[in-house]
């Protein structure tokens, strides 16, 4: 299995590399510190955009915060290309989840709500089966410093498995991937996702 992995893997991580060099970019591939944190990915914003939710909710009860907010979803660009071409997800795949203010009234917005200010909170879901149980793992960043594992047992987990129309990734707010996945047949069969 690690010899079959390792020849495989070179090639695929020469070519990778020598792409981001050329183009002046990090290589899209999860990045782990010696205690297993992951590290930022800090080009994500040049990264393939998939969609935005305004105050999305999984509870039917109303918000109680009283914040409204945009989640703004990216993925790393080989991961994309893999998953245009199959409906699948390949090892090393990082969908990034980033939050920001929403606003209402501003320079001549007079209705409607855009995006203002910094990033709220940057979450990372990322697949790597040899790592981590059942495939994927959450990362919770605060900040640009590498961010710990959320723990298993946290409801981020069950929701995805459970509701994620491909692979525990909720392609079924994503319009672009949603037709790929319907034309690809990879859609998680369930009346409800
Ligand atoms: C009750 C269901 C539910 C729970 C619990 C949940 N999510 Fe999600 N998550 C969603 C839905 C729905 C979307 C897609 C829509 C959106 O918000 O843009 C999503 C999208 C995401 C994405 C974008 C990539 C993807 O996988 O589609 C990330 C990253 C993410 N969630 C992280 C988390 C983390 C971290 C937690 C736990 C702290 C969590 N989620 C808990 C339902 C859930």
Redesign the pocket.
């Given at each position: 299995m690690s010899v079959k992995v390792s020849w495989i893997a070179a090639p695929v991580l020469l070519c990778c590399t020598m792409t981001g060099a050329i183009a002046g970019a990090a290589p899209a591939a999860p990045v782990y510190t010696a205690e297993g944190k992951l590290q930022l990915p800090s080009d994500y914003r040049e990264w393939i955009f998939l969609?935005s939710?305004l105050d999305?909710s999984?509870s039917k009860l109303p918000s109680m915060t009283g914040h409204s907010m945009f989640?703004n979803?990216f993925v790393d660009t080989e991961s994309y290309r893999v998953f245009v071409g199959t409906g699948r997800w390949p090892e090393g795949t990082m969908?990034?989840?980033e939050t920001r203010a929403a606003t209402e009234k501003g320079s001549i917005n007079q209705h409607g709500r855009y995006q203002a200010g910094g990033v709220m909170g940057i979450?990372?879901?990322v697949k790597d089966s040899k790592r981590f149980d059942g495939g994927w793992a959450?990362f919770?960043f605060d900040g640009k410093e590498p961010a710990s594992m959320?723990p298993t047992t946290?409801?981020?987990y069950?929701?995805?498995r459970e509701?994620?129309a491909v692979d525990?990734?909720?392609?079924q707010?994503?319009p672009t991937l949603l037709e790929i996945a319907t034309a690809k047949g990879t859609l998680k069969v369930t009346d409800k996702h």
């Amino acid at each position: 299995m690690s010899v079959k992995v390792s020849w495989i893997a070179a090639p695929v991580l020469l070519c990778c590399t020598m792409t981001g060099a050329i183009a002046g970019a990090a290589p899209a591939a999860p990045v782990y510190t010696a205690e297993g944190k992951l590290q930022l990915p800090s080009d994500y914003r040049e990264w393939i955009f998939l969609s935005s939710g305004l105050d999305m909710s999984y509870s039917k009860l109303p918000s109680m915060t009283g914040h409204s907010m945009f989640d703004n979803v990216f993925v790393d660009t080989e991961s994309y290309r893999v998953f245009v071409g199959t409906g699948r997800w390949p090892e090393g795949t990082m969908l990034l989840m980033e939050t920001r203010a929403a606003t209402e009234k501003g320079s001549i917005n007079q209705h409607g709500r855009y995006q203002a200010g910094g990033v709220m909170g940057i979450e990372v879901h990322v697949k790597d089966s040899k790592r981590f149980d059942g495939g994927w793992a959450f990362f919770g960043f605060d900040g640009k410093e590498p961010a710990s594992m959320r723990p298993t047992t946290e409801d981020c987990y069950s929701c995805h498995r459970e509701h994620g129309a491909v692979d525990t990734t909720f392609v079924q707010f994503y319009p672009t991937l949603l037709e790929i996945a319907t034309a690809k047949g990879t859609l998680k069969v369930t009346d409800k996702h």
